[in-house]
């Protein structure tokens, strides 16, 4: 009972964070609302029983990439978005449409994809089960990634770096 | 325990730590002006009180009757929030470190911390990131150059040296086995021949000790780490345009960033509260706090001797130091720990 009564408190505060992340004008209150939400994730992970992911979605998450999302906002001086000149008849319409219509898709995979609700503490917790199936079972698909990242940081090192070919060539 | 019982020494417990932690934060104000004043070869304050130690008492009756002016030009929600996020999550790591042994008092019995998680330590890490985000956003809500400036500089710094810290403990885990605070020290009980104690520092982990000494004082923003807040370069930093009481609240959350860097590597590489225990129970329930107290107050004094004595980093070569030299050492030291762990088992 307390169990559900966590999970609906932190599902609500999560999408609740979403739907402000859509609704503000301004960037960087919506970089904090999508920190709300991981944050709202990681208490998820939590009552599930997962306390390793839980503990590394806000190390990393929240508490790494959502800090650089922060930082490119401060560094662009992105403004207030422009609101432009929307239709009251769509939003009228639309947005309860939206909602039963993605009810009504939701409820139909739940029902017949044969899923069933996790019990808590089904899940690898403790870090050690977690070390174990990554470094054993799931080697690879974690070796891959790191290449991933590799490949995603030196992408990014030669987009950042200032065009030294052109100098060159003009400099003889 | 029953539920009643728990939650009520949970309170007690809750509200006994942040007493102790807010008094130890304005007696760190203090212990640096003392300390530093000597270094400098002048007193600190002697005129409050006796050795000025009514001096924290005095300075925090200045911050609440200071003007709280909130200038015009800033973003006014996330300028009031900032110094809020900063200071929460300051105290909230205090949640999970551990001060003695269990002790039994009239029956109940519970661990002198306030919570025993599995993952304490990452607590602390995910706690000291999201720390950033007060720096971060106290910069840029303020609308000047000098804090944006500031603000971006400390939280850059903050999050490039959380990554040598990281991986210093690292080797630490390996060699303890658990990510609880409380089994990480009590992995460090007993003696190497009879004498020599068996704490994490003579257990290999030296070059890790001081990854985590330099980058602890990055994180904590202090010299010689300390650019972000130099007066010379950036009149303040991220906390320029604040007065009073959301000042204080800055202040604060940067000596209980050290508090609880101090306690972590009392706990970790020092061997917690393990010491000579003796005398009647009562004495041996309160002997382990004792020695706690005792490591952490050697760090704190190591602290401000440091920052009595060195120069401060220009930004780049601080930059540098954390990701060219501090990493890759990190990473050495990892990687030579879990070779002698896998060697011996």
């Keep these: 009972m307390l169990h559900l009564t966590l999970f609906s408190i932190f599902g609500l505060i999560c999408v609740a964070g979403a739907i402000n992340l859509l609704v503000q004008r301004h960037p960087i209150n919506s ?11 990681a208490a998820e992970y939590l009552l599930l029983g997962a306390e390793f992911v839980a503990a ?7 508490g790494a990439v959502m800090v650089l999302f922060i930082f490119v906002i401060m560094l662009l001086n992105a403004g207030e978005e422009e609101r432009t000149r929307g239709s009251r008849v769509a939003v009228l319409f639309g947005v309860p449409g939206m909602l039963i219509g993605s009810l009504l898709v939701a409820w139909v995979l739940v029902e017949h994809s044969g899923t069933q609700a996790v019990a808590p503490g089904a899940l690898p917790g403790p870090p050690k089960t977690i070390g174990w199936l990554l470094f054993h079972d799931y080697l690879l698909p974690f070796e891959i990634t790191s290449v991933l990242v590799l490949i995603a940081i030196m992408g990014a090192v030669v987009l950042a770096s200032p065009p030294q070919s052109i100098q060159q060539k003009r400099e003889g | 325990m029953s539920v009643t019982a728990f939650v009520i020494v949970s309170v007690i417990k809750i509200v006994i730590a942040i007493l102790v932690l807010l008094t ?26 006796p050795f000025g130690l009514l001096q924290p008492l005095a300075d925090g009756l200045k911050f609440v009757f200071k003007e709280d002016l909130v200038p015009p030009h800033v973003y006014k929600p996330l300028y009031i929030v900032a110094p809020m996020i900063a200071l929460i999550f300051a105290l909230t790591s205090i949640s999970v470190i551990p001060v003695g042994n269990w002790v039994t008092v009239r029956g109940f019995s519970t661990p002198l911390q306030i919570t025993d998680v599995n993952i304490g330590l990452l607590v602390i890490l995910g706690v000291t990131s999201l720390g950033v985000y007060g720096v971060a956003l106290a910069g840029w809500s ?9 603000g971006l500089r400390a939280s850059a710094q903050m999050v490039s040296y959380e990554v040598a810290l990281g991986l210093s403990l690292v080797g630490v885990l390996i060699t303890a086995g658990s990510f609880s605070l409380r089994e990480i020290v009590d992995a460090q009980g007993g003696t190497f021949w009879g004498f020599i104690p068996r704490w994490n520092i003579f257990q290999g982990q030296i070059v890790a000790f001081f990854i985590y000494l330099t980058a602890a004082y990055a994180e904590t923003n ?45 706990l970790l590489f020092l061997g917690g509260w393990h010491g000579p225990l003796f ?40 930059m540098a130091f954390g990701w060219k030299f501090l990493l890759p050492v990190a990473i ?4 030579i720990t879990a070779l002698i762990v896998a060697l011996k088992s």
């Design chain 1, 31 to 41: 970089a904090l609302s999508l920190v709300v939400v991981m944050g709202s994730l």
């Design chain 2, 24 to 49: 130890a934060v304005a007696y760190t104000v203090w212990l640096e002006r003392k300390v530093v004043g000597h270094i400098q070869n002048r007193w600190g304050p002697t005129r409050v009180g």
């Design chain 2, 142 to 150: 303020s609308n000047s150059k000098y804090s944006l400036l500031g």
């Design chain 1, 56 to 62: 590394i979605q806000v190390i990393v998450y929240a």
């Design chain 2, 279 to 318: 005398g009647p129970p009562i004495l041996q329930a309160i002997l382990p706090v004792f020695w706690f107290l005792l490591r952490v107050f050697i760090f704190l004094f190591i602290y401000i001797w440091v920052r009595g004595t060195l120069p401060r980093f220009r930004y780049d070569q601080l």
């Design chain 2, 222 to 266: 202090r010299v010689p780490f300390d650019l972000p807040e130099a007066e010379t370069e950036l009149v303040a930093g991220y906390h320029t345009e604040y007065s009073s009481m959301k000042f204080a609240m800055f202040f604060m959350a940067e000596y209980a960033n050290m508090i609880t860097v101090a306690c972590l590597a009392s």
């Design chain 2, 332 to 335: 050495a030291n990892l990687v």
